[in-house]
């Protein structure tokens, strides 16, 4: 089965450091999504991304976060000055249709750690 | 408040046991409800996906039951495997996807 993968699986960082986190979706989708899900927390939407554009993004996602599809299958979150609140594991997931009953797919995180 | 609800927080299980998992949730206008399973440290796998036009879904031995008209939503497991220890959250979307903080299942032989 056609699976989101997800790297670096653990990432440790110092605070003020940038960090990019990389995301491969399953090849035949058009939407992209960031999520992140601090420890013991629910899972929180960052930002969804189709057609190289973010088409919708949560108050969580301010000036220290990018995201970008540089090539045709990669898609990346920059965290320009991580901060200690940073720490979290941070999902990308993708989906084929943005409405209706479409499932969405995700990916088996990358647990960002700031110190 | 957090648009969607979920009891119990957490639940201990004997292996082949029953359980049910309740959701409640606030989100409108809705689009559809999911459940999801969360294996620590790992990503959440879908289990179901209803519309507010379906009551009952089935996958395997999870059902998933909806209420449009009281916003309530259940997740029943037949005959728990140690498999089954996780977090299952249940998502709502409207426009976007609402999370529950999950329902831990801890199954013990």
């Known amino acids: 089965e056609p699976e989101v993968t997800q790297t670096p699986s653990h990432q440790v960082t110092q605070m003020g450091q940038e960090v990019i986190l990389r995301c491969v979706p399953i090849s035949n989708h058009l939407y992209f999504y960031w999520y992140r899900q601090i420890l013991g927390q629910k899972v929180e939407f960052l930002v969804s991304?189709?057609?190289?554009?973010?088409?919708?993004k949560s108050e969580i996602f301010d000036d220290q976060f990018s995201v970008e599809r540089p090539d045709g299958s990669n898609f990346t979150l920059k965290i320009r000055s991580t901060k200690l609140e940073d720490s979290a594991m941070y999902f990308c997931?993708?989906?084929?249709?943005?409405?209706?009953?479409?499932?969405?797919?995700f990916g088996e995180g990358s647990w960002l750690t700031v110190v | 408040k957090n648009q969607v609800e979920q009891s119990p927080q957490s639940l201990i299980i004997l292996e082949g046991k029953n359980c049910t998992l309740q959701c409640n949730y606030t989100v409108s206008p809705f689009s559809n409800l999911r459940w999801y399973k969360q294996d620590t440290g790992r990503g959440p796998v879908s289990l179901t996906i209803m519309t507010f036009s379906e009551n009952t879904k089935s996958n395997g031995r999870y059902t998933a039951t909806l209420d449009a008209d009281t916003k309530q939503s259940s997740l029943h497991i037949t005959a728990s495997q140690l498999s089954d220890s996780a977090s299952y959250i249940c998502v709502v979307r409207d426009n976007r996807l609402a999370f529950g903080k999950g329902n831990q299942v801890v199954v013990i032989p």
């Open positions: 997931a993708s989906s084929d249709l943005r409405t209706g009953g479409n499932t969405i797919y």
């Open positions: 991304f189709y057609n190289n554009e973010i088409s919708e």
